[in-house]
């Protein structure tokens, strides 16, 4: 669950980032309600999100966070294995 509410932070968050820096974009749909649609489409699942992450409790939090972790430590592994001289390309 942990992961998942990361992933669904991220895309309500980048979708309201979208709609705010560019509002005229074509889209394949719409949410009505202007900027208080926007807003509550967004706020409605990610409140859910928060609570879900918040009531999961210490052992899955833990696991949870470590989980997340792990994709920023591959990223920054596999970017100094790519820079390490003798390796040859990727």
């Known amino acids: 669950m942990w992961l998942y509410s990361l992933a669904l932070l991220l895309e309500l968050g980048a979708f309201v980032a ?3 820096r560019e509002p005229h974009l074509a889209r ?3 949410v009505g309600g202007g900027r208080a649609g926007m807003w509550l489409t967004a706020a409605l699942p990610a409140a859910v999100s928060l609570l879900a992450m918040a009531t999961a409790g ?3 939090t833990a696991v949870g966070v470590a989980a997340a972790l792990t994709g920023p430590a591959a990223y920054a592994w596999w ?3 790519r ?3 003798g390796r040859g390309r990727l």
């Open 28 to 30: 394949p749909w719409r």
């Open 79 to 81: 970017g100094r294995a």
């Open 83 to 85: 820079r390490s001289p």
């Open 58 to 60: 210490w052992l899955n």
């Open 18 to 20: 979208l709609r705010l």
